[in-house]
């Protein structure tokens, strides 16, 4: 798989997506935006990937999208270059494979709400992240104001984004925007570890339990436990939860084979 803007390597079932514009701190321009959708939907096809850890080259995550592209757009292109931003990110969000978010730099406006449509995120201590899109005389437009305030609820979400204010990876990790703050040499291998736990686990019911969250989030609590029942009675439907209970039994490791 060959992008002009992003790279993908495959280790231990985990895919490793790098988005790779560092001469402009990874901004999103259209470019990088349709490498993206492509990327993902040729992840989602590859039965050698189990999980994906999407991260940054050089000292930026994503520094948010391209406002040089942006700068002499009209209204309709706006919305149009908004619109298509949020299907490429609703891509990775509704994907069936868990998304590990690994934070290394500035993840900023279009930066911040990309790592904010993976499931997990870890935070290198030079990471920043922030909605500075008001500064700019626009809004968050790839669903920021949206995943933002789901994340870290309204109050929070419109602090960071009426004030534009840029924040530390603690003060993110405090607020609930990330899960776990490491050194910058300690990054890669922090994602990597937890992806390989994730690896290790029955894929199918990883998969089911990250759609039973997203749907169930998204939806009332009486539904959701509707969704939740349905996933979990196709569980008993696998091999793999023959496989896991009997290893139990038996007091061995699980052989799991469903992908
Ligand atoms: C285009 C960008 C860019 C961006 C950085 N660059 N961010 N180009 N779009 N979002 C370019 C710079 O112009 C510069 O190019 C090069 O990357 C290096 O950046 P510097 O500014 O020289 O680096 P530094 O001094 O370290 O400052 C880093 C920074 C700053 C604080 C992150 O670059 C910055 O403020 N960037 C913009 C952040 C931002 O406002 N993001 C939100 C964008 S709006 P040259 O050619 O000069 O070397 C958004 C909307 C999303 O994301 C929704 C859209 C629908």
Redesign the pocket.
Known sequence: MQFETLTIAIENRIGILTVNRP???N?LNSQVLEDLEKAVEAIEANKEIDVVILTGEG??FV??????E?KDMNADE?RT??AY?MHVFRKIELSSKPYIAAVNG?A????C?LAMSCDIRVASEKAKFGQ??V??G?T???A?TQRLARLVGTGKAKELIFTADIISAVEAEKIGLVNAVVAPDDLMQTAKTMAEKIVANAQLSVRYAKSAINRGSETDIETAMVIEQDLFGLCFATEDQKEGMTAFVEKRAPKFVTR
């Open positions: 001469k402009a701190l901004a000292k930026a520094a948010g999208a391209d406002i040089t942006m706006g270059f908004g931003g500035f900023l406006g279009g930066g709400e500075p899109e500064g700019l626009i968050p437009g790839f920021g």
